[in-house]
């Protein structure tokens, strides 16, 4: 017979962490598309997975594949490059599974991510902030050549598990939250696992559905995150022939659009869920004039609570 313990942890006894990434909410932006007849924007509400952000979704999927295939043994630390999100996610199932965690992470990532990734215990390799995110990269791979026994490098910017998580989760939530009726699907590209695997399963659900990428506009920004893919180490999982268009975000853009969705729509979002919503409003705009009818679907990767000691909030 099952112990009491057993079958409270079974049947009623709440989840785990893990079992509380995904299924996010869709919310409309109703107000930012008031004068567009027709045109709906949405964004999946990635705050409300546990970790705070999108990332939880890959690096959950990572840390799954790495312990089933045996690469993630007791002892070993698992090693990564980071700009913040997915460092999280790993020090949050660091603590939670008992396995270390060893971030390379640019020096200028936001005071909030530091507090927090202190609070989870993860160990930090500061790098040149001039480098940005691929500095922090070429850092983790040489720790990981240097001490191959010491890590488990997940490389989040080439691992597989990363798209396939959105392909299997992310991509099927929106699905199902639209009834299937979603024409457009908008998402920035950093280590591009979001897009790449959102998108290759909403074409199978539907090909007509039109998947725009973005990205910052020049390689010195402020859209933390994400990648000016002209100029930079580009992601082995990114394929740019996925997308059916891309669009270019200016910093300056983003920040006036978290304010804005702040004020107009009481959502508090982090800077490159702003700048996936100007993106968005371009589409919109242009469907509307078009005299399109659309719904728009866009990732609103993590709320505002990492931004909030950013400058422009008071300019």
Known sequence: MATLTETLTTRTLGTTIAERV?????????????????????GKAEWANPGGSVKDRAA?????????????????HLLDATSGNTGIAYAMLGAARGFGVTLCMPSNVSLERKKILQAYGAEIVWTDPNDGSDGAIR??????????????????????????????????EIWQQTDGRLTHFVAGLGTSGTFMGTTRRLKELNPEIQCISMQPDS??????GL????????????????????????????????????RTQGLLVGISAAAAVVASLKIAEEEAARGKEAIIVTILCDSADKYLSERFWEE
């Open 60 to 76: 959950s999927a990572i840390v799954d594949a790495a312990e089933r295939k045996g690469l993630l043994t007791p002892g070993k």
């Open 219 to 224: 390689p010195f920004n402020g859209l933390e």
């Open 139 to 172: 850092k983790a791979r040489a720790l990981a050549a240097a001490e191959p026994e010491k890590y488990y490098y997940a490389d989040q910017y080439g691992n597989d598990a990363n798209w396939q998580a959105h392909y299997h989760s992310t991509a099927n």
């Open 227 to 262: 990648k000016h893919m002209a100029t930079a180490i580009v992601p082995p999982i990114y394929d740019p022939a996925l997308a059916d268009r891309n669009l270019e975000v200016e910093t300056e853009a983003a920040y006036a659009m978290a304010k804005r969705l702040a």
């Open 22 to 42: 995904g299924n996010t909410p869709l919310i409309r932006l109703d107000r930012l598309t008031a004068h567009l007849p027709g045109v709906l924007i949405a």
